[in-house]
């Protein structure tokens, strides 16, 4: 099999050839047809997430070992079974959740894997689908995406699922009330597309790039709002008439945190999913005096992300441009996300 590797942290990936592995127990091996690149890539490339104020968590700390293979947000068709691997048969086309936890304590048996503290993620702990094969612990976390094209459908396996599951904890939001998105790029777009299906919230959103703007107005955001700009809490609070009910946090700096919190209503919810890194000072008083909530949302579980392909399924989503590419410019794809070059989302093709 064929992967694209990072060979130490932050160098470009090279391409590698090892033995297709033969799945074992309730393994299934899957071939890949397209995965997705995601911004946490970037991340795991250069080998850590930034805390803030100097500190850092690192892959090596997590134990996971170089030449590492990325890609998470996988589809693909089933091209070999373990023994014991049931419910699936060779030539079936699925999605791979790829949040695996170890899959035999009660959170993961409920389903609830993203909250294991054994993490298995598929190309953020284990080998991803930067390759033209992976291997599946489980059955279970294959799910079927007939009706959707496979350049999209894995897309929901991390961008849409993020957004999705974040919408989620929002709370409920009336046609009266307003909610922010912070962040236009794969992830804030996605969203944007599933809150219109979900919520009859007025959906306001941010950010500083003006193509990204001009591709969420064209997506059906009721307003845009470049956050750089010195004015922009004001105006924000001004068109919405005490500030968005709730605000989810797409990218995840001192900056865009700040701003949504000081633009968010009484009562509000802001949700932080990006994983920019840095650290904010809040204002303690802040919480009682606006009683709002903080609070955090990574991806989302397995029973959100087949409630999410049944939505996409009945086209109740709109799709996010695909741009489709080799898997052999995983390097320049790369660099084109870090540059914010790539408009929705970028999809490697074996
Ligand atoms: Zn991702
Ligand atoms: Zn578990």
């Known amino acids: 099999m064929r992967h694209f590797q990072i060979p130490a942290w932050g160098e470009p990936l090279v391409e590698a050839h090892t033995e297709t592995p033969r799945p074992q127990g309730s393994e299934i091996l899957l071939q890949v047809e397209a995965c997705g690149v995601c911004h946490s890539d970037l991340h795991i490339w250069d080998g850590y997430f930034d805390l803030g104020e100097g500190q850092k968590v690192t892959l090596d700390s997590r134990g996971v070992a170089l030449p590492f293979t990325m890609g998470h947000e996988i589809v693909g068709e089933v091209a070999g079974l373990g023994p014991d691997a049931t419910g699936v048969a060779l030539g079936d086309k699925r999605v791979a959740y790829p949040w695996i936890g170890c899959g035999q304590c009660p959170l993961c048996l409920a389903g609830d894997d993203i909250m294991c503290a054994t993490q298995q993620y598929l190309g953020t702990r284990v080998p991803g689908g930067y390759s033209d094969y992976v291997l599946v612990p489980h059955p279970r976390y294959l799910l079927e995406y007939d009706g959707i094209p496979a350049g999209l459908a894995c897309t929901y396996a991390c961008s849409g699922l993020t957004g999705y599951s974040a919408l989620r904890k929002t709370g409920d939001l009336t046609a009266q009330d307003h909610l922010l998105i912070v962040g236009a790029g794969g992830v804030g777009l996605s969203a944007l597309h599933i809150a219109k299906a979900l919520s009859p919230a007025a959906i306001v959103v941010a950010d500083i790039d003006p193509e990204k703007r001009a591709a969420a107005e064209a997506a059906g955001a009721s307003l845009t709002i470049d956050n750089s700009q010195p004015d922009a ?48 000072p809040l204002s303690l008083p802040l919480f009682p005096f606006k009683q709002m909530t903080v609070r955090g949302s990574f991806t989302g579980t397995l029973d959100e992300l087949r409630a999410l392909l049944a939505l996409a399924r009945d086209g109740r989503i709109p799709q996010i441009p695909i741009e489709s590419r080799s898997l052999d410019r995983a390097n320049e794809t790369l660099e084109d996300l870090k540059a914010g070059r790539i408009i929705g989302r970028a999809v490697l093709t074996p």
């Open 233 to 280: 809490v004001k105006r924000l609070i001004e068109h919405t008439q005490g500030g968005p009910k709730a605000s989810i946090d797409f990218v995840g700096a001192p900056p865009t945190t700040k701003f949504a919190i000081d633009a968010l209503a009484k009562g509000g919810t802001h949700v932080i999913v990006g994983l920019y890194g840095g650290a904010l």
